[in-house]
C-alpha cells in the first residue's frame, strides 16, 4: 500500500512540478493585441500551490531521489496581477526517469473563468528549476476545442519556488 509523503519532504523542486508556491502578488493577462495579430490569446497567471501529495513506489533514499513510478498530485490556486484568484488547478503527475535526471508525465486541468482547459506534458530535470512546455488538449465551456501550449518559467525560488504560467490558445 503507497502512503503520501508530505509535502514538506519533497523538496523545492517536486513542489513545482507543476505549479508554483508562493502567495505574492503576479502578473495575469489576457493579450488580445495578440489574438489580432496571429490569431492567438495569451493568457499569463501565477499559481500557488494548495495540497500536494507524493505517493512513492518505493521508500525514496532522499526526499529529492524519486523513484519510477512515484505519483504526484496537486491542487493550486490561479491568481492574476493584483492576487485575485482567478481559478485552480488539479494534476498528477508518474515519474518516468527516476534519479536526479528525473522525467515526469502531467496531466493538468485548469479551471478558469468560462470553462476548462486540459493540459499534459513532460516535466524533465526539476532539480534546475527550468522552464517546460506542455500541450494543451482540450477543453470545455469558452474553451471547447481549445488547442496550443503552456510555458512554465521559473522567477523565483526564494523564498518559495514562483512559476508563471504562459497559456497560449491558438
Not at 495569451?42 to 513510478?69: H, K, M
Not at 499534459?120 to 532539480?127: D, T, V
Not at 518559467?153 to 504560467?165: C, G, L, N, S, Y
Amino acid at each position: 500500500m503507497m502512503r503520501p509523503i508530505g509535502a514538506a519532504c519533497l523538496g523545492t523542486a517536486t513542489l513545482v512540478t507543476l505549479l508554483a508556491c508562493t502567495p505574492v502578488a503576479a502578473a495575469a493577462t489576457d493579450t488580445g493585441s495578440a489574438q489580432a495579430r496571429d490569431k492567438a490569446r495569451i493568457i499569463t497567471v501565477l499559481a500557488e500551490v494548495q495540497q500536494l501529495s507524493r505517493f512513492p513506489v518505493t521508500p525514496p533514499v532522499t526526499p529529492s531521489s524519486p523513484s519510477q513510478g512515484d505519483q504526484v498530485v496537486v491542487r493550486s490556486d490561479l491568481f492574476d496581477e493584483a492576487h485575485n484568484k482567478v481559478g485552480e488547478t488539479h494534476g498528477t503527475c508518474t515519474t518516468t526517469r527516476g534519479g536526479a535526471d528525473e522525467a515526469e508525465q502531467c496531466v493538468v486541468t485548469y479551471v478558469l473563468p468560462g470553462g476548462q482547459l486540459t493540459v499534459q506534458g513532460m516535466y524533465f530535470n526539476y532539480l534546475d528549476q527550468g522552464p517546460f512546455d506542455n500541450a494543451i488538449t482540450g477543453g470545455t465551456g469558452k474553451f471547447e476545442k481549445a488547442r496550443g501550449s503552456v510555458h512554465s518559467d521559473t522567477i523565483a525560488t526564494d523564498p518559495k519556488i514562483v512559476r508563471r504560467f504562459t497559456i497560449r490558445l491558438v
